[in-house]
């Protein structure tokens, strides 16, 4: 425009269109002169974090190499994360940033920011489209509740003594001599005041393997749903996130065993690291990854470990796994991890809009909410025959219940039966 109108005050040799002309061509002339070269560096993209945990949130900055410069930042929308300004669009000079805030555990994989990068008039722009990479999401270990109870504890290791009577180094009682009692075990100081011998008794140290079993060959969900435990996947992935964190921190040794090979597995051993070892697998996980696979079963068990089953109960392999644990003589507990709305009706025939419509309705999905309810009537028969051979099976409370479980079978005697399962 400003060289068109100079051209024509020339030809015209009309100083009121040169006049007119001037602030157009002074625009235009500070403009190319204040346009960085080509070969400038573009903006720079990057993030607070690359992992964090479950609930936390890293910001998306992009800064521009250059002083005074407007940076414009659009971050499109992820189905998978909050943003913060809500629509992931914000400006500012030399930086900007978008605040992200991933809503379930896995890798998040962000998609590309658009930015425009400008001088503080508005002379120039340019518009560049920078990576910013994914984030690694690990789950919470959700503990509310305290339990350190083992069925059966085997061994020697561990900061703990176990309930049962037997050679450790952990002070039960102090009771009579009876025959067969260790002399070095005497308490002369009890015998020489009531003239009688007694003997300190001890409780065996606890050392029991912790294996624990998830269940990743399905996620199941709503569209209703949300929160930490909106799928029986998510609820399966903080199970054992929270259980292998409590039992570590109780000395024992944790292995994880995954059905499904999405996350794969941890052989037995004890320590935090353990315990850092699974957050970080888990956090790489790309739930494009989970979907139909084969069983993976579980090849290596210690005769008296302790086997945690987190699983929605959906799969009959796994069902049969679970009974050749239990006959390969693990004390098993099954932690329920299918979302308890699944599969309820919370709707009646009065709420419908027309039993006739209904039933005409030709739309895809019509029934799933019905044949949910026959799915978990199926499934409900599967729990009671498990519970018939002594295997518990309770929905997942936090550690709490779960330790409520565990105490309950240690309370059992470990009388012998075939396969060798608790009883």
Do not use: K
């Not at 629509?87 to 658009?114: F, H, I, K, M, N």
């Not at 050392?207 to 209703?224: F, N």
């Not at 679970?322 to 003589?329: D, H, P, S």
């Amino acid at each position: 425009m400003a060289a068109g109108t100079g051209v024509l005050a020339l030809l015209s040799s009309q100083p009121a269109l040169a006049v007119l002309a001037a602030p157009f061509v002074v625009w235009s002339v500070l403009g190319m002169l204040r346009r960085p070269p080509v070969d400038s560096p573009p903006p720079v993209a990057e993030l607070s974090a690359r992992a964090i945990a479950a609930g936390d949130a890293v910001d998306a900055t992009v800064r521009a190499t250059a002083a005074d410069r407007v940076i414009d930042l659009a971050l499109p929308p992820h189905a998978g994360a909050d943003l913060a300004p809500p629509w992931g669009a914000v400006c500012g000079v030399e930086t900007a940033s978008v605040r992200v805030r991933p809503q379930r555990w896995g890798r998040l994989d962000l998609v590309d920011a658009v930015v425009r990068e400008s001088d503080e008039v508005g002379l120039w722009h340019r518009d560049v489209r920078l990576r910013l990479g994914p984030i690694e999401v690990s789950p919470s270990a959700i503990v509310p509740g305290r339990g350190d109870a083992i069925p059966h504890p085997i061994g020697t290791a561990g900061i703990h003594p176990s309930r049962r009577a037997g050679d450790g180094s952990a002070l039960a009682d102090i009771r009579r001599y009876l025959p067969g009692d260790r002399l070095s075990r005497i308490n002369w100081r009890v015998t020489s005041r009531t003239g009688i011998l007694h003997t300190n008794a001890t409780t065996a140290d606890r050392d029991t393997d912790v294996l624990i079993v998830m269940d990743t060959l399905a996620d199941v969900t709503t569209a209703e749903l949300s929160g930490p435990f909106a799928s029986s996947l998510d609820a399966t992935v903080v199970a054992a996130a929270s259980l292998a964190e409590h039992y570590l921190r109780l000395g024992d040794r944790v292995g994880v065993h995954d059905l499904g090979g999405v996350v794969g597995d941890l052989p037995p051993r004890s320590g935090i690291r353990q315990f850092s070892a699974l957050t970080t697998r888990l956090a790489r996980v790309s739930r494009a990854d989970v979907g139909r696979r084969d069983l993976r079963r579980v090849q290596r068990l210690r005769p008296g470990t302790f086997a945690v089953v987190c699983s929605p109960l959906l799969d009959d392999d796994v069902l049969t796994e679970i009974a050749v644990l239990a006959r390969r003589g693990a004390a098993v507990l099954v932690v329920d991890t299918l979302p308890d709305r699944i599969g309820r009706l919370e709707r009646g025939p009065a709420d419908r809009s027309g039993p006739l419509a209904h039933l005409l309705d030709p739309a895809p999905g019509s029934f799933w909410e019905e044949a949910w309810v026959l799915r978990r009537l199926q499934r409900d028969a599967d729990v009671a025959r498990l519970r018939e051979v002594g295997i518990p099976v309770a929905p997942w409370q936090g550690v709490g219940g779960v330790a409520t479980l565990a105490a309950a079978l240690a309370a059992q005697r470990p009388t012998a039966r075939a396969g060798g399962a608790p009883r």
